[in-house]
């Protein structure tokens, strides 16, 4: 009798320990995974921990969640590293460690300082469109490059050019300077400028002809989608009928009367200290 009841205590721990290690085996931890985008503007690289180049151009990594991934930006010979934008700490410190406590983006900017009026990176758009982005305005042309990549998707960006005297668009910029002298890009207040955007146009295109205005300042930059009428042609002959302090209050109220539409704001990083 005795041996019946050892036998049968024995057969009931060892039905239970193979319960347990059946339940053990069906519950699996499902490991979580981030994305992190990462994307190069200009002439160069981005490197991982062991200097094993990661990205020319785009690319898109899957993390496990809480991770910390170390990269660097790497110019190439004929240019310089500008900034980071995106989530990055000090978007001037060519090192960045991104934790993964979410999918994260960062783009990392390069270019040659000697040739840059101006440049800066794009952090919100009011309206409905959550975008990323950077532009450099060049004193050789001029030139303005913009670009605008809506958030999460690397297939809906879009990359603007402005060169003076183009018939899609111009630049319009103001320099204190006395009237005989020619205008002096490098040494410009702001710059200002009109492009059509074209139907095709994946984020802001649309059936109707719209306009992409831009203004930044040593302060800020404020790019504007605008419908196609008079008062969006007028801009171009702010410049002509209007000195400096008018300008810039009208260009203010443009922006201040457009608020409640697509309106892409940045900052302006300071030349000098790239």
């Known amino acids: 009798m005795n041996q019946k009841i050892k036998f049968l205590g024995l057969l009931i721990i060892l039905?239970?320990?193979?319960?347990?290690?059946?339940?053990?085996?069906?519950?699996r931890i499902e490991q979580i995974f981030y994305n992190l985008e990462l994307e190069v503007a200009g002439e160069g690289a981005i490197l991982d921990d062991e200097d094993k180049i990661i990205t020319f151009s785009e690319k898109r990594l899957d993390i496990s969640r809480n991770s910390l991934v170390d990269i660097r930006a790497v110019?190439?010979?004929?240019?310089?590293?500008?900034?980071?934008?995106?989530?990055?700490?000090?978007?001037?410190?060519?090192?960045?460690?991104?934790?993964?406590d979410r999918s994260k983006e960062v783009l990392s900017v390069f270019g040659d300082p000697d040739n840059i009026f101006m440049a800066g990176y794009i952090i919100e758009s009011w309206g409905s469109l959550n975008v990323v982005g950077y532009w450099k305005a060049l004193v050789e042309s001029p030139h303005l490059e913009i670009y605008v990549r809506e958030t999460g998707s690397s297939e809906r960006a879009e990359r603007y050019i402005f060169d003076k005297g183009d018939q899609e668009g111009r630049i319009i910029y103001y320099q204190p300077k006395d009237e005989d002298e020619q205008p002096d890009l490098?040494?410009?207040?702001?710059?200002?400028?009109?492009?059509?955007?074209?139907?095709?146009?994946?984020?802001y295109g649309g059936e109707a002809t719209r306009y992409l205005f831009v203004y930044s300042d040593r302060k800020g930059f404020d790019a504007l989608i605008l419908e196609?009428?008079?008062s969006t042609w007028q801009i171009y002959d702010y410049i002509y009928d209007l000195d400096k302090d008018e300008f810039?209050?009208?260009i203010n109220r443009l922006i201040y009367e457009n608020r409640d539409k697509e309106i892409i704001i940045g900052n302006t990083v300071n030349i000098f200290e790239f």
């Open 15 to 27: 039905l239970f320990l193979i319960l347990m290690v059946t339940a053990c085996g069906s519950t």
């Open 75 to 100: 110019s190439s010979i004929d240019s310089e590293f500008l900034f980071w934008t995106g989530d990055v700490d000090n978007i001037f410190e060519a090192n960045q460690t991104i934790y993964m």
């Open 186 to 203: 490098a040494n410009s207040e702001y710059i200002a400028a009109l492009i059509r955007i074209e139907e095709s146009n994946i984020i």
């Open 248 to 250: 810039v209050e009208e």
């Open 228 to 230: 196609d009428g008079p």
